[in-house]
């Protein structure tokens, strides 16, 4: 403003005094814009001032926060100082443990290494012992590993033909027909011998001898014919031939007492063991694939026994079931002749029935 007052009075003097107060006023006014741009300056800086001054009082208002934080933090340092400090302790103290174990590591690697050693050695010694296999051989192996189980029949004592297998059962049939039939011609006892003063035992071999004799004929028939005419062929033929004298006798025996003791009663039950006998003896087929009664009843018959002793005298086997079945045909034998006798002292009594019979046959 100055500046511009005073050049315009001085427009129209160009003396040295105008020209010294327009270079004055010039300086003036610079002057004057310097202390204008200068207390902008400083009041800018004031300013500033002010705003770092707020900041810092800000600041201490919040540092007694920060140091109580920087203590807990300092106090967790501290404690995770011991931490680590207990920790090297533990750490020290285990690194002895560990180095034992090092060391036991290490012998055990040695004698791994040694074990590894012998095995390679082994399987190499094994592997030269290995047989080279032929082709056949191979096949035969690889039809072996294919096929596992082999399924085969092996008969220990074959009868070979069917005829074999049934004579034991239709020998049987035909020794005790002819108890049966026998004493259906000869009388059991003899009058006379009862009534006479003869012992017992005698009146009763007398009335069964004749008989055995007559089985002991059929017997020599029965094996003649099937052995010569048809080729029975049996392994052991004298034990054949005695079982079949010995069922014979025993078979009798049993015929003659129940027809001593019960007559035609006597003669029915033989009929009714002989119906029996066809189905227990096991002589067409096993006993263990008969009914439940039927395997009740064949060890306690006396064909069962001659069946399986003609089994092992003609197609073989055991010579132990072929004594056992002797020894028991021979108790059967011995049981009935006792039994005879006794029916035989019993009859000695005579009686209006036993004089004049209701029933004669």
């Known amino acids: 403003m100055l500046y511009d ?29 310097r202390i204008d741009d200068a207390q902008h300056r400083i009041e800018a800086t004031v300013q500033r ?11 201490l208002a919040e540092l007694p926060g920060t140091i109580a934080e920087a203590k807990s933090q300092v106090q967790l340092l501290n404690d995770g100082a011991h931490q680590v400090a207990q920790g090297a302790v533990e750490l020290r103290d285990n690194l002895g443990t560990a180095r034992k174990g090092a060391d036991k590591l290490v012998s055990g690697l040695v004698q791994l290494k040694g074990g590894a050693s012998e095995l390679a050695n082994g399987l190499e010694a094994g592997a030269r ?21 082999e399924i085969r029949t092996d008969v220990e004592n ?4 069917n005829g074999r297998g049934l004579a034991p059962f239709f020998f049987g049939i035909a020794l005790w027909v002819l108890g049966l039939i026998g004493y259906q011609i000869l009388r059991p006892f003899n009058a006379r011998a009862l009534a006479g003063n003869m012992p017992s035992a005698t009146v009763a071999l007398g009335g069964w001898l004749p008989i055995l004799g007559i089985g002991a004929l059929a017997v020599a028939v029965l094996y003649s014919a099937v052995d010569l005419g048809l080729g029975l062929d049996p392994l052991h033929p004298a034990q054949t031939i005695g079982i079949m004298l010995l069922g014979a006798a025993a078979f009798t025996a049993i015929s003659y007492v129940l027809k001593a003791a019960f007559g035609v ?11 029996l006998q066809l189905t227990s003896g096991g002589g067409t087929y096993p006993v263990l694939t008969s009914p439940q009664p039927f395997k009740f009843l064949h060890p306690l018959l006396p064909m069962s026994y001659l069946i399986d002793g003609l089994r092992v005298s003609i197609s073989g086997g055991a010579q132990r079931h072929y004594w056992l079945d002797v020894l028991v045909l021979s108790g059967f034998l011995v049981t009935a002749l006792a039994l005879a006798v006794l029916v035989a002292h019993r009859q000695r009594n ?9 029933v004669e046959m």
């Open 129 to 149: 012992q290995i047989p080279t296999i032929r082709p056949v051989r191979r096949t035969k192996m690889t039809d072996v590993l294919s096929n596992p189980v």
């Open 350 to 358: 005579w009686t209006v029935g036993r004089m004049k019979p209701a």
């Open 49 to 59: 001032l002010a705003g770092v001054v707020d900041q810092a009082a800000a600041r």
């Open 5 to 33: 007052h005073v050049k315009k009075r001085c427009a129209g003097d160009p003396g040295p005094v105008c020209a010294g107060l327009i270079v004055l006023a010039r300086e003036v006014k610079t002057a004057a814009d």
């Open 158 to 161: 074959p009868a070979h033909v």
């Open 265 to 275: 009663v006597g003669a029915l039950l033989s009929l009714v063991l002989l119906m």
